[in-house]
């Protein structure tokens, strides 16, 4: 039997109502669409193309692509329309390869304005401004004609990449010349596009021309005064604009004043929003939230938890920045009861409260939150093992990228950057090759996290040529690009070029910050810099309004005491605009045991006593400064009051790493399988070594031992002398000795491996908790200042 032409019209005109129903979107939709696909399958209907692509536009809106995807292909040759669909579809889902490669096997003659339109806007949402540009570009170049949706959608992509004014000539141009530079919309784009060049006058007259300003017309000019820093005249925009559309203006001011670290600022704002009638939105709490968390201002705070409680505003953005601002400030118990008491939680939830966790250094809260995690993404595991490298855990960090990639994830450069810490953590050296050689194998050597986290970690690893190398080669640096290389060039005992470098920071226009100055401070203390680095200090607030901190503090007092200028670092003391903390003392008492000044050792250690009891470090300090000067008794107090208050401490531990694989040493250590031939190695070392005028200097041995003998022989067996010597039998001639120890080393051992360095014609890298130490050919870097 014939099919009846008239009967399939009717059913196919019933379907095309049917889906009619579905717009505007609304939660329905994909339910009934779904229905009527189901019904077309059931009954065998074949459906012209306009049922398809409504039916696909729906799964499209709807973010059910694969079922979009599904039709599309069942189509033989699908039309214009229906290309069109899928590529927006795919655009706004954020997957802009899958829309270019329907774009791309699109042929010429079926293409349109506003299926360049749906590519342009896909690439531009994608955040690709060039792409989008080049985009546009091609259309213009294959004849077709921009409208003005077009113009809307590529001067928001060249918002993205503009440099300088004058490519924003040639697109205003364009679009005055195509009639549509009139047009609102495409007027605010040009708003927006203009104010990324500063000044900000051609973004102003173009605001100024727009004849019927719209909601987005304001925001547009008034985002572009916030992010420039503009905020006198986005204030005085304020004035002028109606009262339903201050809301806006009010959040982007609040958020910029955040953005800058204007947190005062940005509450005075809250409270004026408040004072016109204007009620905090889903926008505002979370600027006002960060403020308050960053600022420690955890009352205020609450005041603002009260105000959502009492308008009932209940939602993930605001939950979430409740976490955020109760463990920010300590307060995690709060911050649990309420990540428990959501009704529903998202990645972002979790992973707020994750962060929370590994930042504040709360680990095995951290690792227990991870387990319970069912649903993980990339960042729930970049934030994993970023923290874990971050509190010291780098075999975990390293255990975890491992799980990761198992897990079927594939690493970000995030997520690379947080392996590398674990590596330097470690000293891995031959694993941070490696992931170095798979980010420039993946492609992502240009990234500035991966860049940052490589200086780093190549310094800790004792290569300071190689993260030099890295510096230079990076497409771009920041600060803390500009922070990592002074802090390495300092730890190595290259503060001259240190300061060099900070000299050129200034130069290029970088403005430093609080962790700059902690490491130009510490790389003039470490090489003996007193005056640069005194005028550094003074520096901080007389140019750059940066009040110094406890941190800055300390740093001059380690800089005075180890050039022992000790009057002038108890005129710091006692002129201090607070009352000194425990890592002031510790500095003071660093420089008395270098200097052996027991008076003021004695008074910086009682300080100490008080304010962090249970730190283990004030004991030994001071322990083995009595020690040095053979005051046993007064040592063994010291110990005594030491096991009296419960402090245990810290174990001695190097380590070294040979073909990617770790080996620890305690002191004294007799577990590793080839201890013995490494102590008969460290015998006939010694016996050669003296034959150069090595003396083991027994005022190390922080023991009342009698025999000189005994005292030599508790010496050679310090954990950084063995891992050394396990180093020069297992590693090939020639390469270079790098050794890792968690306290600081001995002045027997500095010694010893300056003589070691001469013996074995082989470099020697020690990192202790304080620096490192480079031993060539009988000298070491420091300069023996350390």
Excluded at 174 to 185: C, D, E, N, R, Y
Aim: proline content about 3%; glycine content about 8%; aromatic content about 10%.
């Amino acid at each position: 039997m014939q099919p009846n032409p008239e009967l399939i019209r009717t059913i196919a005109n019933r379907y095309a109502a049917n889906l009619t129903l579905c717009f505007p979107l609304r939660r329905t939709s994909l339910q009934l669409a779904r229905a009527i696909h189901a019904n077309i399958i059931t009954f065998g209907f074949q459906p012209r193309a306009h049922i398809l692509n409504r039916l696909i536009d729906v799964y499209c809106k709807s973010s059910e692509l694969r079922y979009a995807r599904h039709l599309f292909d069942e189509i033989p040759q699908p039309d214009k329309i229906a290309r069109t669909t899928i590529i927006s579809g795919y655009s706004a889902s954020g997957d802009i390869t899958l829309a270019r490669d329907v774009f791309e096997e699109t042929p010429l003659s079926m293409r349109d304005t506003v299926m360049y339109n749906a590519m342009i806007t896909g690439l531009t949402h994608s955040h690709d401004g060039y792409s989008a540009v080049n985009m546009f570009r091609e259309m213009k170049r294959e004849g077709f004609r921009p409208d003005n949706f077009t113009y809307a959608s590529v001067l928001a992509g060249l918002a993205l990449v503009v440099e300088e004014e004058k490519e924003c000539v040639q697109f205003h141009g364009a679009a005055l010349k195509s009639g549509a530079g009139s047009i609102t919309s495409v007027m605010n784009a040009l708003v927006s596009v203009y104010s990324k060049c500063v000044p900000l006058h051609s973004a102003r007259k173009v605001f100024d021309e727009i004849s019927e300003k719209d909601e987005r017309s304001w925001t547009s000019m008034m985002t572009g005064y916030v992010k420039n820093g503009c905020f006198d005249l986005g204030l005085e925009l304020l004035e002028g604009m109606d009262e339903g559309m201050k809301l806006v203006a009010y959040n982007a001011l609040i958020s910029g004043y955040v953005h800058r670290g204007f947190y005062q600022e940005a509450l005075e704002m809250v409270r004026r929003m408040v004072g016109d009638g204007i009620e905090l939105d889903a926008f505002t709490y979370p600027s006002v939230l960060r403020a308050c968390a960053t600022s420690g201002l955890i009352q205020v705070g609450k005041q603002v938890h009260g105000y959502a409680l009492r308008r009932q505003d209940f939602s993930f953005h605001l939950d979430n920045s409740l976490v955020s601002l109760y463990y920010k400030c300590g307060k995690f118990g709060e911050a649990r009861a309420i990540f428990d008491k959501m009704p529903a939680k998202d990645l972002v939830s979790w992973n707020a409260l994750l962060s929370g966790y590994v930042s504040s250094g709360h680990i095995g809260e951290a690792k227990m939150l991870f387990k319970e995690m069912e649903e993980k993404n990339i960042l729930t595991w970049m934030i994993m093992i970023s923290g874990l490298a971050d509190n010291g855990f780098g075999e975990e960090g390293l255990r975890l990228f491992s799980c990761m990639r198992k897990e079927g994830f594939e690493p970000c450069d995030y997520a690379f950057s947080g392996v590398i810490k674990s590596c330097a953590v470690l000293g891995a050296y031959c694993n941070g090759q490696q992931f170095h050689a798979q980010l420039v194998k993946i492609g992502f050597d240009s990234s500035l996290s991966a860049g940052n986290a490589l200086i780093t970690m190549y310094a800790k690893c004792g290569v300071v040529e190689e993260a030099r190398r890295v510096f230079m080669t990076m497409p771009c640096q920041d600060s803390v690009s500009w922070n990592a290389l002074i802090a390495a060039l300092g730890q190595h005992g290259h503060g001259a070029e240190a300061v060099e470098v900070y000299e050129e920071m200034l130069k290029e226009g970088i403005k430093p910050d609080r962790i700059t100055f902690l490491t130009v401070l510490t790389a003039c203390s470490h090489a003996g810099l007193v005056d640069q680095g005194r005028k550094y200090f003074d520096s901080m607030e007389t140019v750059y309004c940066i009040p110094p901190g406890a941190d800055h503090y300390s740093r001059l007092i380690d800089l005075l005491c180890r050039s022992g200028r000790f009057s002038e670092a108890e005129s710091v003391i006692n002129s201090l605009p607070f009352e000194p903390s425990a890592q002031i003392w510790e500095a003071l008492l660093s420089g008395c045991r270098v200097y052996g000044n027991m008076e003021l050792g004695i008074v910086a250690a009682e300080k100490l006593f008080e304010l962090i009891p249970e730190h283990d470090g004030t004991y030994m300090l001071l322990s083995n400064m009595y020690a040095a000067t053979g005051k046993w008794e007064e040592a063994a107090r010291v110990r005594k009051l030491m096991r009296d208050r419960g402090v245990k401490k810290e174990l001695a531990c190097s380590w070294i790493e040979v073909e990617t694989q770790v080996h620890r040493f305690l002191v004294d250590d007799t577990s590793h399988p080839e201890a013995e031939a490494v102590y008969k190695y460290l015998q006939e070392l010694g016996k050669e070594m003296r034959r150069l005028g090595y003396v083991p200097d027994t005022n190390f041995v922080l023991h009342d031992v009698e025999s000189d003998g005994h005292k030599q022989d508790m010496l050679i067996t310090h954990s950084e002398k063995i891992a050394v010597a396990f180093g020069l039998m297992k590693l090939p001639p020639g390469r270079v000795i790098r050794v890792f120890k968690n306290l600081r080393t001995c002045g027997d051992c500095h010694n010893f491996f300056m003589y070691l360095s001469r013996v074995v014609q082989r470099d020697i890298i020690l990192r202790d908790r304080k620096r490192f130490h480079h031993f060539r050919n009988g000298e070491c870097s420091c300069g023996n200042f350390w």
